[in-house]
């Protein structure tokens, strides 16, 4: 089981806590989470990544085992302390503005 830690808003969107337990098929990947996080909860398709090109939205930031995991590729094996849910993936939204 691969743990998500979402931030209030999207908490509260997909009416869960903050954090959900997902089943991952195959190797742990950002797309593979986030593909299993759309699939159990649709209503936070298109919150996180855009609805055509699956793209992260540059407000949101992804966290694992300590490092910003937001800019790798989708298809990079996340650590092992994640994949076996010992640390959870973290979705952050970042903050701008002056």
């Known amino acids: 089981m691969i743990r ?4 209030q808003h999207l908490q509260t969107l997909a009416g869960v806590g903050e954090e959900v337990l997902l089943e991952v098929a195959g190797p742990a ?4 989470v986030l593909d299993a996080l759309e699939a ?8 996180i990544r855009d ?3 699956l ?3 540059p407000f949101v930031r992804f966290f694992a085992c300590a490092r910003d995991w937001s ?3 989708q298809d990079s094996p ?3 302390a994640v994949a076996s849910g010992a640390e959870p993936l973290l979705v952050v939204g970042a903050i701008a503005g002056g």
């Open 71 to 73: 800019h790798e590729p």
């Open 4 to 7: 998500v830690e979402l931030p």
């Open 51 to 53: 609805h055509d090109t």
């Open 55 to 57: 793209e992260r939205r």
């Open 78 to 80: 996340l650590p092992a």
């Open 40 to 47: 159990r909860y649709p209503v936070l398709r298109g919150t």
């Open 29 to 32: 990947t950002p797309r593979s």
